[in-house]
């Protein structure tokens, strides 16, 4: 980052954080719980899920208020770069054993000038279908890459995946964060969702998620990150074995 916008951006903060003290009259003690707290969230690793639940969703207002691509919404801080490239079929990596409902997830890629973009990549990760949802490469006990995968849409844009449902996902309670959440008597829950990151060359990587119709967490999810549009219907497939859902989904990129 230049120099001079660091600047610009810590100045503004510490005055801001200064105001703050003035404002509430804020004392030692509190002073020194809020060192001791911002000490074990980093003991924690708990930062970034701290800065995505409180912060990233205004950083992902100011970046893409003028897009015309579609609807973007945080990236979170479980995204692991270098997720495996499948092969058509594709199938997101899972255990023998992997709970949860099936899903087939489809669409397409294409331009904002609407012409289908073949050979755009999705990147896309998710928790396990067993609640509360969890993370490979994050949680404890879960092989890596696990519900992580990246594929290509075909020569008319069109990709397919087949995973499975993902769970709502909870913070954890006993860490900093989930502490905090409590203390501010907020929800610590996310509504159940799907990652994506979808990119193509002379066009803006879009990040988005997509959230599933009628789920309970959508009007309080813990990262804010629930828009019109991105929720999407769950449709149940009838008469196949084994049964699951599908669900679609028409990603559209603006040039870069
Ligand atoms: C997530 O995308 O799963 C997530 C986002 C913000 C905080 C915690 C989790
Ligand atoms: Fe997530």
Do not use: C
């Not at 600047?7 to 105001?19: P, S």
């Amino acid at each position: 980052m230049a120099q001079e916008r660091v600047r610009e951006v810590v100045e503004a903060l510490v005055e801001n954080l200064r105001g703050v003290i003035r404002d509430k009259k804020v004392n030692y003690d509190e002073f020194h719980a809020a060192i001791q707290f911002l000490v074990r969230l980093g003991d924690a690793k708990e930062i970034p899920l701290l800065l995505a639940v409180l912060l990233e969703a205004t950083v992902d207002d100011v970046t893409h208020a003028q897009t015309k691509g579609s609807t973007t919404t945080i990236q979170g801080p479980f995204h692991i770069p270098g997720a495996p490239m499948l092969q058509a079929p594709y199938k997101l990596p899972r255990r023998a054993d992997e709970p949860g409902d099936l899903l087939v997830f489809s669409g397409t890629v294409h331009g904002t000038d609407g012409r289908p973009l073949p050979g755009a990549e999705l990147d896309m990760w998710q928790a396990t279908g067993d609640l509360p949802g969890k993370y490979s490469n994050v949680h404890p006990g879960l092989p890596d890459y696990n519900l992580r995968g990246r594929f290509v849409t075909d020569d008319q844009g069109q990709f397919s995946v087949e995973t499975v449902v993902p769970a709502q996902y909870e913070i954890r309670k006993n860490g900093p964060t989930g502490e905090l959440f409590e203390l501010l008597g907020r929800s610590a829950w996310r509504p159940a969702h799907l990652h994506f990151k979808v990119s193509h060359p002379d066009h803006r990587t879009l990040s988005t998620q997509l959230f599933f119709n009628d789920d309970q967490y959508l009007a309080s999810d813990a990262g804010n990150a629930v828009k019109p549009g991105l929720v999407i219907p769950l449709v149940k497939t009838e008469g196949e074995d084994p049964p699951g859902f599908r669900a679609t989904y028409d990603f559209v990129l603006e040039p870069s």
